[in-house]
């Protein structure tokens, strides 16, 4: 039987990754908001690599929701192991974009990481 906060922290965790995925999506399809990540490089469209890069990123991040999703019980997938990863990636993402040089980035995505890391460590401590 799943816990209901834990449960509930992975749902959020999942919820607020789904901003970042949709805009990684937005970005390999050619939508100008490179200022809102690689630390605003791009301050238009992504250069092609990049664009690729961010179809990765969004798997990974989809990945780590994923991985919460499986350890809280949310869903039954054999990602519930990536957990700890999971986290660290939250927690490292989380460093990376506070101290970007790219303001609307840092505004944007710092609150965002915190919440999801905040939600990451109430599961892994649950």
Known sequence: MTQPLPFALAIAYAGLAACPVLMHFANAAGAPLGRLTVGGRFP????PVW??????????????AGALLARSGVVAVPLAPL??????LTLLSLIANAASP??????LWTPVLFLMAAAALGVGLS
């Not at 664009?51 to 780590?64: D, E, G, I, P, Y």
């Not at 957990?83 to 660290?88: C, I, S, T, Y």
């Not at 790219?102 to 505004?107: A, D």
């Open 44 to 47: 238009g469209r992504l250069p």
């Open 51 to 64: 664009r690729a890069l961010a179809l990765v990123q969004a798997a990974l991040l989809s990945t780590m």
């Open 83 to 88: 957990f700890w990863p999971a986290l660290g």
């Open 102 to 107: 790219s303001r609307p980035e840092r505004l």
